[in-house]
């Protein structure tokens, strides 16, 4: 195995299976699953949007969209790792 030193971590890309958002404005809702939504809500806090969810029937969720993220916010860049021996130190 051969170490390689100052290769950059890749930066990843929106996923496009939320890019209903984009069309979405505060106040408008979706229908969807419990899975769904707790997915939708993990995109949610690397992304900076905000929801409220509310239980309907056939076991669905409606999920509000309640704020969107400023323009210019980017998502957070990984951490930089620096490796000492054993010992793994992050700078955040």
Do not use: C
């Not at 069309?23 to 806090?45: I, K």
């Not at 669905?60 to 957070?76: D, S």
């Amino acid at each position: 195995m051969e170490i390689e030193k100052n290769v950059p971590i890749p930066k990843g890309s929106e996923p496009k299976k939320y890019a209903f958002l984009s069309e979405m404005e505060v106040g408008d809702s979706v229908v969807m699953t419990a899975r769904e939504r707790n997915n939708l809500y993990s995109y949610a806090r690397i992304y900076q949007y905000k929801f409220m969810s509310r239980a309907i029937k056939n076991n669905k969720l409606r999920v509000w969209l309640i704020e969107k993220p400023k323009r210019g916010n980017v998502p957070p860049s990984p951490p930089e790792i620096k490796t000492s021996r054993d010992t793994f130190y992050y700078k955040l």
